[in-house]
């Protein structure tokens, strides 16, 4: 057995769930602790824990002065019982490349891995989110073959803090979930934005979804920020594109899947290929921290697709499902269902809807300046 000791000093409102505590003296290192307070001490935890001197000790009001936590219980057992799910899945941000994550998925689920909670950001928080209201893999493909990103949703806009209007992808989100708000999803789902006013990472539990997920999906400069109660965030590429550490503290092991590398690619004179290229390299120097977290980590395939191509879906799936397995067998994973034959139905579609959607894209950004342009002359 290992005994250990803190001292804690000024800690007020413990079981209020109010002010936060302060002044804190450690011997050892504080997520313990942390993790011990934030679960205002379960029961299990509490089983483990004697309060060597209650003089000050309130438990209705909460009100803590000195005390000293003294743990009878070996410190690794202790952490893994405050731990509350065996396995989580980081989902990272890419765009349309996201599709890949949905083969990911399908690979996992084949050898019998479900996770108990997941977190995404930007395009990684849709594919979350969807996986956390039910839809299976393919589902999700088919979901996002039926959504006209731009007809839809690349509308130039009066410019207030971005070139394009979010409010249509929030509309058709909401059309395509299940659910409404993200404490009602069956699996719970950390959705991680980056709130503008504060310069801070946001990892959103509760709320509504369809807002949430945008605000992670909002590129800063092309997609206007999103305003939640009177705050305003921008894609959560910005503070952290690989979300694992918004649920390490909460699993046993995390699985990150990565859609993070950053091929080369021809200068391009003009405000969007600048500011998204330069967006782009920012999302994939913050992953270091993240990936060294990761029990598993699984860069999927995407090498020659963008994040705004919509053309290959479909390849990226496959793509993202043999990435899986291939990781998952060098890893000593065991497959427990037999590989399951997919096929995406074949839906006519306009031209320029997905064939040549990157180019599509290029010429709504232009049609955006040139909208601008001419709001200024007025």
């Known amino acids: 057995m290992m005994r250990s000791c803190w001292r804690v000093n000024g800690v007020a409102d413990l079981f209020g769930g109010g002010r936060r505590r302060s002044n804190l003296e450690l011997g050892l290192e504080s997520p313990l602790l942390h993790q011990m307070f934030h679960h205002k001490l379960s029961h299990r935890a509490t089983a483990d824990v004697s309060v060597t001197d209650e003089k000050d000790f309130v438990f209705h009001e909460g009100k803590i002065s000195s005390f000293s936590l003294c743990l009878h219980h070996d410190i690794s057992k202790l952490t893994m019982a405050t731990k509350k799910y065996p396995l989580g899945i980081a989902f990272s941000g890419g765009g349309a490349k996201a599709a890949a994550h949905c083969g990911?998925?399908?690979?996992?689920?084949?050898?019998?891995?479900?996770?108990?909670?997941?977190?995404?950001?930007?395009?990684?928080a849709l594919v979350a989110t969807l996986y956390a209201s039910g839809f299976t893999p393919k589902q999700m493909i088919e979901t996002f073959q039926g959504m006209n990103f731009f007809k839809d949703i690349v509308t130039p806009s009066v410019p207030k803090g971005g070139l394009f209007d979010s409010r249509p992808l929030v509309e058709l989100i909401q059309k395509q979930l299940p659910y409404n708000r993200l404490e009602d999803l069956p699996v719970p789902t950390f959705i991680v934005a980056s709130d503008m006013e504060h310069g801070a990472p946001k990892i959103f539990t509760k709320g509504?979804?369809?807002?949430?997920?945008?605000?992670?999906?909002?590129?800063?400069?092309?997609?206007?920020?999103?305003?939640?109660?009177?705050?305003?965030?921008?894609?959560?590429?910005?503070?952290?594109?690989?979300?694992?550490?918004?649920?390490?503290?909460?699993?046993?092991?995390?699985?990150?899947?990565?859609?993070n590398h950053l091929e080369e690619d021809k200068y391009k004179d003009n405000l969007i290929s600048v500011a998204y290229r330069s967006f782009l390299m920012m999302m994939v120097s913050n992953v270091a921290a993240d990936t060294a977290q990761?029990?598993?980590?699984?860069?999927?395939?995407?090498?020659?697709?963008?994040?705004y191509d919509m053309?290959?879906?479909?390849?990226?799936?496959?793509?993202?499902?043999?990435?899986?397995?291939?990781?998952?067998e060098q890893n000593g994973y065991q497959r427990v269902l037999p590989k399951e034959a997919i096929e995406f139905p074949k839906k006519k579609r306009k031209k320029d809807s997905l064939k040549n959607s990157e180019e599509v894209f290029r010429n709504t950004l232009e049609k955006g300046v040139a909208a601008i342009k001419a709001i200024r002359k007025k």
């Open 104 to 124: 990911a998925l399908q690979a996992l689920k084949e050898y019998g891995i479900k996770p108990d909670i997941v977190s995404g950001t930007s395009a990684g």
């Open 208 to 259: 509504e979804i369809a807002p949430r997920v945008v605000a992670s999906c909002s590129i800063p400069v092309i997609f206007q920020p999103i305003c939640i109660n009177g705050v305003h965030y921008v894609d959560g590429g910005a503070f952290q594109n690989l979300p694992v550490s918004a649920i390490r503290q909460k699993c046993e092991k995390v699985i990150a899947l990565s859609l």
């Open 294 to 307: 990761a029990d598993l980590f699984i860069e999927l395939d995407t090498y020659g697709c963008t994040a």
């Open 311 to 328: 053309s290959k879906i479909e390849e990226l799936f496959f793509r993202g499902y043999e990435s899986t397995v291939k990781v998952l």
